[in-house]
């Protein structure tokens, strides 16, 4: 069995929020199982804001309605209300009436404008909001703010998720705080399923857009749980300003982004950790690359291949999956370059087997944190990219998902 | 459980080969199994030859060497030897000798030239061919040669399979059959698994190689067991001219055309029905595409998606998630112009679920046999691709491969 311990070991202490920052988690029954739903992250002060946003095709209600707010106006948001157990996505127009309401009745509670509040959905798709239990999960989430709820607020946007996700770094000037959720149809592109970061560093919006957008890429962007690109991926980041520290061009927005970045990444790699049946925590690095996105598409294919993930599970040191998975990476790769090493045994070089031991080989893939390396022999730039295996809980949670 | 005859129902009795051509399947104890693991095909005459490769860059070298052949002289080919077990893929300088020998040692048994003798080969990938046993493998092969034995080489052609395919057409002026294996690393690209086809009818080389590449594009490239592109793929197709029916351009031709499809066709749904831990065959139509490409390209995005394979397995009517794989799929569709039905049932329509009764959706995906039909409410083009669900057993088979 995997443990708690074993897929939460980077959780950190969270002591409270940025400066002028609450949240809430509560549960109002939209999920069958009675555990908390809603989530709502609250600023004192306007933030400017940053999102990446899913490239699926079918947008959720939600996610249409954030990227409009983004176009419009990312100066002045106050609220993020999340909901989990339902999706709202392929829900049509009742889908994006109900996701206006939902950000009309927590501005409501909260006393802001409608404009100012970001929704995120995650759950079943292609159900309709029970906007009644939403109501009630706004009220009461808006009742339950407080300076150490995010938690909470982590707790309530978990699906299938064995563990909570949040990540901190503290600065001497800021704070950055950020929640995810994931777990399955993790194959973010452009974005992730759901994260939201808040930081009292004061920063313009088209500056934190950049770098969260370069963050993202080195982050969520770098992870697969099963090669699915969710309709609802979104990463909110807000920053309200409240500590004072003014982050603009130059040395503070290099440290600012370097921030960013480790929460990002610390979040990403807990999602991969606590993907849906996981039993162990893979980290590929390919290395040897004629460049970093070339570098991270090879990592992305070897870490997406069902033949790849099921050898981990099944402690199978079938390492031409991983050979055979980079090459059909659609990258302009060659076999005969090649080197390949488990947890430090290298199994090919340039081309062929080398002579390692099977047992040796075996050995180095039955911890529960596993690591590859392949390199590339093409050039000197590198990608890290994390993901777990494919376990028949795998199989079992997503054949009866709905029930 | 799944029966052989849930899986095989396709399977055509096979009464001889087309004039002028010989098999046979033996055990050469390639595998550790002890299950026939070496077939070959053998014409009088010498025949035309066409062929698909995979687009994988880690191709094994016996693909190396029949695109070389394929290349240098498509015209006198003689025979084409097969062995299981082994992929001699990822094998470097040697295994490249080892693929030149396997093709020198059938030739001198069957006193033609080594370059006209096409070898492929599957199984692991990372392993040298043990060559003792190739060599009595093929001097068994070439004695066992009958005009029934093409049973014989399907069955020696199997990896994780658990039924031969075979297929066969006959016109009034010639025949077509053909065997392939497939199980699992099924996502051809350009190329099946393994496919060997044979005709007694007289095509020129260039013409069956247009053919070959229409056909394969609408069966072999038209299904999915688990989205990873094999190292070995490989299609030939050997025209011996002996029936003496004449195909050129024109009528001869299309007939022609239409009859290689209908073998290439039946050969990709056997492989399809028979996925590795399969217990549904489904079949998905996409249709109202602005081309049949765009139809092609959602309809296997919609196939390889391990969330809508696992839903498939459960037998839980979660359409969502074949929405959501349309949306990701790259093409330009969108969600609120498509119709979605289960096996008849229609479950979403323009975007928004339909009245559907939940009990009706999953009675409808209880079957062994069930399709789905996604319109795009694009345009008028439409294409058929085939899959199989993912399982339990699919998890235990390529977790423990090797073993």
Redesign the interface.
Known sequence: MTTSQEIAPEIPVLTSLPVGFSASGVAAKIKKNGKPDVAMIVSDLPCAGAAVFT?????AAPVLRGMAQMAADPNAFRAIVINAGC?N??????GKRNAETTARLAAKALKVKASQVLVMSTG?????LPMDKVAAGVAEASQALSLDGLTAAAGAIMTTDLVPKTARVDRDAFSIVGIAKGS??IHP?MATMLGAIVTDADVPAALLQQMTRRATVRSFNSISV??????NDTLLVLANGASGAKIRRGPTAVAFEAALTEVCVSLARQIARDGEGATKFITIDVTGAKSEAQARKVGRTIA????VK??F????A????I???????G??????KMSLWFSGVK??R????TAYSDAEATEAMQPHDVSIRLDLGLGSAQATVWTCD???D??????????
Chains 1, 2 share one sequence.
């Open positions: 490239t699926n095709r079918a947008k999706a996505a392929c829900t049509g127009a009742q079943v798709i292609g159900a309709q399955g149809m592109n099963d090669g699915d690109t969710s309709t997406v291949s069902p033949l099921t050898a599970y099944g402690g199978d079938n390492w031409g999956r050979v055979a998975a980079a090459g059909y990476s990258e302009d790769v060659d076999p005969d199994v090919f340039n081309g062929t087997p494919m376990s028949h795998y199989v079992t949670i997503n054949g009866k998902y709905r029930t």
